[in-house]
């Protein structure tokens, strides 16, 4: 009786620890018709906590999304990132990130046959550093109820005397883009780790925090081109290409990004099929 008990426990504890999805249909994307859209919404901490849906995603996609990397720690196949799909999967409302990234684990085992392994390889990187006069932000303080909307802009006010967007002074952790390719970064009591993160997905490669600095600050960041390591200008574009992100850090916060090497862990895909099973 105890061992058969022993054996109902591990049974359960497995299937605890192995979340699934309600319902799941994976569908080809249909062909592109001009317009293109990327993206899924929907799931917890969501308006849409029940349903997850997304629309021309790949496998590297979710790959990225289940084991929480950045797109340069995969190292994957052709087929993981040339074949897109419609995917619409019902969950519980209380499910957690973490149950939901196991979700998308299982679901690229099952349906995706996955296989990988954790790697590390040496990449060009980033160091994140305070700059010879020190930093220019200001670490957040609690503002008195009541302050948060003081300086919302009105409908008309989409762009600063610059050029740049403007973004609501409640607004973290967001990001605005006009069709000038003048880009804006706000964020409130944001630790210079997300920082740092926030500009590793802007440049495409890891972006380490090595400041020194623990507190949050209140960051506001306004560059007009991209930037990145060995990376140049393209021959065609424009003479003035405007601020890079690598000087907008340095000028507007007192900052510098410098460029080092390092290892990083990385994932590898071994296998994985194109056409999903169970379709």
Aim: hydrophobic fraction near 35%; proline fraction near 7%; aromatic fraction near 8%.
């Amino acid at each position: 009786m105890k061992a058969a008990a022993s054996l109902f426990f591990a049974f359960s504890s497995l299937f605890a620890q192995s979340p699934a999805f309600e319902a799941v249909s994976i569908k080809p994307s249909p062909p592109n018709n001009g317009s293109f859209t990327r993206g899924c919404r929907g799931g917890p901490g969501t308006n849409d906590p029940v349903l997850w849906r997304c629309t021309n995603a790949t496998v590297s996609m979710l790959i990225i999304r289940a084991y929480d990397i950045k797109h340069y720690q995969l190292t994957a196949p052709d087929s993981a990132s040339d074949a897109n799909f419609e995917i619409s999967a019902s969950l519980r409302s209380d499910t957690t990130q973490e149950e939901f990234r196991a979700m998308i684990r299982n679901l690229l085992s099952d349906r995706f046959k996955l296989a990988f392994h954790w790697g590390k390889k040496e990449v060009s990187l980033y160091d994140l550093v305070v700059a010879k006069g020190g930093p220019k932000m200001k670490e957040s303080v609690d503002k008195p109820a009541g302050d948060a909307n003081d300086d919302l802009p009105g409908p008309a006010a989409k762009t600063d005397a610059d050029g740049f967007p403007v973004i609501p002074k409640d607004c973290s952790g967001c990001m605005a883009i006009n069709a000038a390719g003048k880009a804006r970064y706000q964020a409130i009591k944001e630790p210079l780790k997300s920082f740092a993160d926030m500009l590793g997905n802007q440049l495409g490669m890891p972006v380490r925090d090595r400041t020194g600095l623990t507190g949050k600050y209140d960051i506001t960041l306004s560059w007009t081109s991209g930037g990145g390591i060995g990376r140049r200008a393209d021959p065609d574009a424009p003479a003035d290409l405007g601020i890079s992100i690598e000087a907008a850090v340095q000028q507007q916060l007192g900052l510098k990004l410098v460029s080092s090497k390092g290892p990083i862990d990385t994932i590898v895909v071994d296998k994985v099929e194109r056409n999903p099973s169970g379709n």
